[in-house]
T-cell receptor, first 108, second 110 residues
Framework: DAKTTQPPSMDCAEGRAANLPCNHSTISGNEYVYWYRQIHSQGPQYIIH???NNETNEMASLIITEDRKSSTLILPHATLRDTAVYYC?????????FGTGTSLTVIP | DVKVTQSSRYLVKRTGEKVFLECVQDMDHENMFWYRQDPGLGLRLIYF???????EKGDIPEGYSVSREKKERFSLILESASTNQTSMYLCASRSRETQYFGPGTRLLVL
C-alpha cells in the first residue's frame, strides 16, 4: 500500500471550507484513497473514498488529481464538531494502516 | 447505518489477569479486525478474521488470541495482561468497500 504524507496540523475558521491535503505519490493504479477522522477518544469514522474521480457525499468532497499523486478532502462549512484528526490512506487490500494524520482545529 | 459495538469503553485490569474484549457488528460482514492504537505509533493490526472460526495474525499478535464462534462477534483475549498492553483497542468490520470501526476500549493494565 502506498505511503501517504499529510501536514501534522491545520486550523480553519468556523463556517469556512477546510481543505486537507494528502500526498500519495507512489500510489498504484488499483489503490483507493480513503479518508477517516477520529475525534478524541473515539473510534475512527469513515468519511469518503475514491479511485480516480472526484467524490462527494453528505460529509465531504474528495478531489483527486489527474495523476492520482495527491488528493484533497474538503469540508465545505467547517463546524466546531469537525475538530479531529483526519487520516488519508491508500489501500487495495484488507488492512488499513493509519499514520499520524492531520490534526484539524476549527476555530470559533 | 453499520453498527460496530464494543463491550466496554474503559477497562482497568491487573497484571496477569485474563482479559476479554468483545466486538459485535450487525451488518453480516465476513471480515472483522482488532487493532491497537498508541500515541505516535498509529493503528497496528493484532488479528483479523475473514469467516467464522477463521483467524489470521496481524502485525503484533504476541500476547493476544482471538475467537470467532459466530459471524457477528469477534473477541480479543489477553491471556495474561501486562502493563505494555495498556492501550486503546479498536474493533472494525469490513464491507465490500470500507471498514467501520467501533468506539474503542481504553484498557489500563496496572
Amino acid at each position: 500500500d502506498a505511503k501517504t504524507t499529510q501536514p501534522p496540523s491545520m486550523d480553519c475558521a468556523e463556517g469556512r471550507a477546510a481543505n486537507l491535503p494528502c500526498n500519495h505519490s507512489t500510489i498504484s493504479g488499483n489503490e483507493y484513497v480513503y479518508w477517516y477522522r477520529q475525534i478524541h477518544s473515539q473510534g475512527p469514522q469513515y468519511i469518503i473514498h475514491g479511485l480516480k474521480n472526484n467524490e462527494t457525499n453528505e460529509m465531504a468532497s474528495l478531489i483527486i488529481t489527474e495523476d492520482r499523486k495527491s488528493s484533497t478532502l474538503i469540508l465545505p462549512h467547517a463546524t466546531l464538531r469537525d475538530t479531529a484528526v483526519y487520516y488519508c490512506i491508500a489501500i487495495t487490500g484488507n488492512q488499513f494502516y493509519f499514520g499520524t494524520g492531520t490534526s484539524l482545529t476549527v476555530i470559533p | 447505518d453499520v453498527k460496530v459495538t464494543q463491550s466496554s469503553r474503559y477497562l482497568v485490569k491487573r497484571t496477569g489477569e485474563k482479559v476479554f474484549l468483545e466486538c459485535v457488528q450487525d451488518m453480516d460482514h465476513e471480515n472483522m479486525f482488532w487493532y491497537r492504537q498508541d500515541p505516535g505509533l498509529g493503528l497496528r493490526l493484532i488479528y483479523f478474521s475473514y469467516d467464522v472460526k477463521m483467524k489470521e495474525k496481524g502485525d503484533i499478535p504476541e500476547g493476544y488470541s482471538v475467537s470467532r464462534e459466530k459471524k457477528e462477534r469477534f473477541s480479543l483475549i489477553l491471556e495474561s495482561a501486562s502493563t505494555n498492553q495498556t492501550s486503546m483497542y479498536l474493533c472494525a468490520s469490513r464491507s465490500r468497500e470500507t471498514q467501520y470501526f467501533g468506539p474503542g476500549t481504553r484498557l489500563l493494565v496496572l
